[in-house]
């Protein structure tokens, strides 16, 4: 089936270094997500990038996306402590379970101030 | 900023136990979503719910569960008969049009089921 896997697993930096997390999946796509969550909170969502889309930025926040590696990235720069959290990629289906959005196992990062 | 909340927060029950969890999604969202996770696990999709009636449905979702939406308001998910392995956290979640088309989940902020 068609997911989303992030690596790593888990990440762990200091305040003001970059945090880069990876996403890759299988099957062609609609378009890319990337989502936050606190511990034991829902998800919120932070980016879409779609497949015709190389690079995408918002705050501190840069997601690419290769589709011929089918692969993504989610680069938070300037960490701050308050950004520890897992971080999700989830996708929808280019055919089929075109009402279906599929999260990957996410990233936990930990900041440390 | 409009959210969509869930009831109840934290529900205990038996195992065979049927249990039924509440929604209140985004008022003029037309597409509605269960996922559920397991602690530490990865967030796993249900359902997606659409003009009164199943649009998507995974593996998990089988004959124990089933949706509704009873009112204007409301999306409910019902598990009739409780088993330990339903023990997890369970994710409202809704989007003004389908995800397909690059609309984005606005989610709740879970039910935890524990099943003894």
């Known amino acids: 089936s068609q997911q989303g896997e992030e690596d790593p697993q888990a990440l762990s930096i200091q305040e003001g270094e970059n945090a880069t997390m990876n996403c890759s999946y299988k099957t062609s796509i609609n378009n890319l997500q990337w989502y936050r969550q606190n511990s034991g909170r829902g998800l919120v969502h932070l980016i879409l990038i779609r497949s015709n889309e190389r690079e995408k930025h918002s705050g501190r926040l840069r997601v690419t996306l290769d589709t011929s590696k089918k692969s993504s990235s989610l680069l938070i720069t300037a960490s701050r402590a308050a950004d520890t959290a897992s971080y999700f990629c989830a996708t929808t289906r280019h055919s089929g379970g075109y009402n279906k959005l599929i999260f990957g196992a996410g990233t936990r990062l930990a900041v440390h101030p | 900023e409009p959210e969509v909340t869930q009831t109840p927060s934290h529900q205990v029950t038996q195992m065979g136990q049927e249990v039924i969890l509440r929604c209140v999604p985004i008022s003029n969202h037309l597409y509605f979503y269960w996922y559920r996770q397991i602690l530490g696990q990865k967030v796993e999709f249900l359902v997606s719910?659409?003009?009164?009636?199943?649009?998507?449905k995974s593996e998990i979702f089988d004959d124990q569960f089933s949706v509704e939406r009873p009112d204007g308001s409301n999306f409910t998910l019902k598990i009739r008969s409780t088993k330990l392995e339903d023990s997890a956290m369970y994710f409202c979640a809704s989007s003004e049009n389908g995800v397909g088309g690059a609309n984005v989940l606005t989610f709740g902020a879970g039910s935890r089921l524990t099943v003894l």
């Open positions: 719910f659409y003009n009164n009636e199943i649009s998507e």
